[in-house]
């Protein structure tokens, strides 16, 4: 997928079919890409995808795939008949894993016609600090092993990173020109933070080399969802 013209992902987060299909409607002249996370997707199945498809909207499926390589083939191969552009993996299931995933939305967008969609890698959770990654057996610190991960990634040939804002400047300092990197945690100077505790506004992740921001609450909770993102897209 190449660099687009809209860089927002509104996160559709919510429970129903029927809103986020509401959501859909008024926002897709102004949005580059609906997010399906796992709460959309478990609560509706693969419907919301082919019902977002038929608008001509984009769809960033976010489903975090980690398990066996092959398992993880399968299920890109399913993200990709499905025809969504946009999905993650956790990088933390390894290179293998990665370049299967990699692999298996390469050759089944050949095989099928399908779009290639882009392979996201999602490091290190922002739920995380350095004492939940020791627990587990991680005994960096949260920069060193997003770092770590982030180029295991770019090794896999994955076409890009999720990440927080205040990680795009440093991963830009040594990944790929070609990586993309999709940054939620984005706040307009004049919205609330909500539960998120380092944010950048959207002009200011864009300036530091941003691809994509993903944006739910500021968007979607507004009172006009539509004026609320043409604001945001007036000020990149
Ligand atoms: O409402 P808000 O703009 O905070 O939504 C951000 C979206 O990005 C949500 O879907 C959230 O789950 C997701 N996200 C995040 N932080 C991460 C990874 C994903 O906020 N580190």
Redesign the pocket.
């Known amino acids: 997928m190449s660099q687009p013209r809209n860089p927002i992902i509104v996160?559709?987060?919510v429970p129903h079919l029927e809103s986020a299909l509401a959501l859909v409607q008024q926002l897709a002249p102004v949005a580059g890409a609906f997010?399906v996370?796992k709460e959309l997707f478990v609560a509706t199945g693969p419907d919301i995808v082919r019902r977002i498809r038929d608008t001509g909207a984009s769809v960033f499926l976010?489903l975090k795939f980690h398990d066996i390589p092959n398992t993880v083939a399968k299920a890109v191969e399913a993200a990709v008949r499905l025809d969504v552009q946009m999905l993650t993996v956790h990088t933390s299931g390894g290179l293998a894993m990665m370049q299967a995933a990699q692999r298996s939305a390469e050759e089944t967008s050949l095989r099928t016609g399908k779009t290639q969609p882009l392979v996201l890698g999602?490091t290190v959770?922002?739920?995380f600090n350095t004492n939940d990654l020791a627990e587990v057996g991680v005994p960096h610190d949260v920069g060193n092993q997003v770092e770590r991960l982030a180029s295991l990634a770019a090794k896999a040939g994955l076409g890009g990173l999720?990440?927080?804002p205040l990680e795009i400047a440093r991963l830009r300092q040594f990944l790929p020109q070609h990586v993309q990197l999709v940054t939620?945690?984005?706040?307009p100077a004049d919205s609330r933070a909500?539960?998120?505790k380092r944010t950048l506004t959207p002009r200011e992740a864009m300036a530091a080399g941003a691809s994509w921001l993903?944006?739910?609450?500021?968007?979607?909770?507004a009172p006009d969802p539509r004026a609320a993102a043409e604001a945001i897209l007036a000020t990149l």
């Open positions: 996160a559709l987060d997010k996370g976010d999602v959770l922002t739920s999720v990440c927080s939620p945690g984005i706040r909500d539960d998120q993903v944006i739910g609450r500021p968007i979607c909770a």
